[in-house]
């Protein structure tokens, strides 16, 4: 009996290991600073220094900045505010 219940507790926890999910999630942010391919180098150096940002694409043409990120470590506001530190502010 003891046996069995103890066996029911532990399926339990390796299911719930199991169905954690990356909450993975993109954003594009436009910024009007970025004016060529070296704007887009240093967003991305930058950007990618931080923990839970996985991509960042830059297209100077139409100055926007594509980010995939863990929503779990960071959020848009954080990203917001290191394209800001950078020198190129989001609108
Ligand atoms: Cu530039």
Do not use: F
Not at 13 to 18: A, D, I, M, P, T
């Amino acid at each position: 009996m003891v046996d069995c219940k103890e066996n029911r507790v532990k399926t339990k926890q390796s299911k719930l290991g199991r169905t954690i999910n990356m909450p993975k999630v993109t954003a594009t942010l436009t910024s009007p600073a970025i004016s060529c391919m070296h704007c887009a180098m240093t967003i991305t150096g930058g950007l990618k220094t931080i923990e839970g940002i996985e991509d960042v694409a830059v297209d100077p043409q139409s100055k926007k900045v594509t980010v995939s990120y863990d929503s779990d470590k960071i959020s848009e506001n954080g990203i917001r505010a290191k394209l800001s530190e950078l020198g190129y502010p989001a609108d």
